[in-house]
């Protein structure tokens, strides 16, 4: 069975910093995408970075320039550098994964989330 685990949800003051990780375990042939959303309440789930299996990422607009997403692909691992974090910064944050158990078979996998509160 293949699954997403995140660590490093918690409550930070506003300007704080947070590390989220993110590890794919189980039989796992490849993956392509690996990356972050988040759901704050009240909103829909939205992207926050996105990395491919390049090193090419992708951010929210509203995280550029604090947030740094990385990899690790022989730990098969996703990491959220979170910087400068603001109250609006709230919310429950999801690790996402495009992988495969086999080769050409390719699916969408998410991690259960992890809270993060920025409040002071």
């Known amino acids: 069975q293949v699954q997403l685990v995140e660590s490093g949800g918690g409550l930070v003051q506003p300007g704080g910093s947070l590390r989220l990780s993110c590890v794919a375990s189980?039989?796992?042939?490849?993956?392509?995408?690996m990356g972050w959303y988040r759901r704050a309440p009240g909103k829909q789930r939205e992207l926050v970075a996105v990395i491919t299996s390049g090193g090419s990422t992708n951010y929210a607009d509203s995280v550029k320039g604090r947030f740094t997403g990385s990899r690790d692909n022989a730990k098969n691992t996703v990491y959220l550098q979170m910087n400068s974090l603001k109250p609006e910064d709230t919310a429950v944050y999801y690790c996402?994964?495009?992988?495969?158990?086999?080769?050409?078979?390719?699916?969408?996998?998410w991690g259960q989330g992890t809270l993060v509160t920025v409040s002071s």
């Open positions: 189980g039989s796992i042939f490849s993956i392509n995408t």
């Open positions: 996402y994964a495009h992988l495969a158990t086999m080769p050409y078979k390719y699916f969408e996998l």
